[in-house]
T-cell receptor
Framework: DQQVKQNSPSLSVQEGRISILNCDYTNSMFDYFLWYKKYPAEGPTFLISISSIKDKNEDGRFTVFLNKSAKHLSLHIVPSQPGDSAVYFCAAMSSNSGGSNYKLTFGKGTLLTVNP | KAGVTQTPRYLIKTRGQQVTLSCSPISGHRSVSWYQQTPGQGLQFLFEYFSETQRNKGNFPGRFSGRQFSNSRSEMNVSTLELGDSALYLC???????????FGPGTRLTVL
């Protein structure tokens, strides 16, 4: 049972345009969400996160939107740059489990390709 | 501040053998988590250690085990290797449980 789903395995956009990566989750206990970026032969790098008390978090070119009622979040990258080409993982966790469930549940990732 | 380091970076083993992977967290980080990444399954949580105790465990068979030392360094062991264990094994550390995790470069294990 996949609790975090990234339904698009790949996405291709032109440089300068907006990239929108989507993520859906099923576990209503999840209240903290993160996006990681991964280049080949490297470990994932933390990008941006959002708590369930917010519906938007912005950091430079990266903005994450959270729609709790739809159990959906999205990562917007604008403007997209060729260096953004990587696999993007959505991850979720429950922070209210008293230390017993501090594990990240990841989606399978979306390969973003930004074409010059 | 040095990042998370993992050794070895690459490993080739044969079926039935066992393997031990090592992870050194960022200095001061006390939580270490391990993940398996395969092309079909993405990143899957193996286990998490905090203060030398396993606090959390994923859905993997008992052949997968780990431990954490008093200096927060962690090791992961896989016994009786199977072909399907070929994967990238990632270690991540965080200051406390529930904080953002910082990943190492991974150990690429190939089982022949």
């Amino acid at each position: 049972d996949q609790q975090v789903k990234q339904n698009s395995p790949s996405l291709s956009v032109q440089e300068g345009r907006i990239s929108i990566l989507n993520c859906d989750y099923t576990n209503s206990m999840f209240d903290y969400f993160l996006w990681y970026k991964k280049y080949p032969a490297e470990g994932p790098t933390f990008l941006i996160s959002i708590s369930s008390i917010k519906d938007k978090n912005e950091d430079g070119r990266f903005t994450v939107f959270l729609n709790k009622s739809a159990k959906h979040l999205s990562l917007h990258i604008v403007p997209s740059q060729p260096g953004d080409s990587a696999v993007y993982f959505c991850a979720a966790m429950s922070s209210n489990s008293g230390g017993s469930n501090y594990k990240l549940t990841f989606g399978k990732g979306t390969l973003l390709t930004v074409n010059p | 501040k040095a990042g998370v380091t993992q050794t070895p970076r690459y490993l080739i083993k044969t079926r039935g053998q066992q393997v031990t992977l090592s992870c050194s967290p960022i200095s001061g980080h006390r939580s270490v988590s391990w993940y398996q990444q395969t092309p079909g399954q993405g990143l899957q949580f193996l286990f998490e250690y905090f203060s030398e105790t396993q606090r959390n465990k994923g859905n993997f068979p008992g052949r997968f085990s780990g431990r954490q030392f008093s200096n927060s360094r962690s090791e992961m062991n896989v016994s009786t290797l199977e072909l399907g264990d070929s994967a990238l094994y990632l270690c991540a550390s965080s200051f406390l449980q529930g904080n953002e995790q910082f990943f190492g470069p991974g150990t690429r294990l190939t089982v022949l």
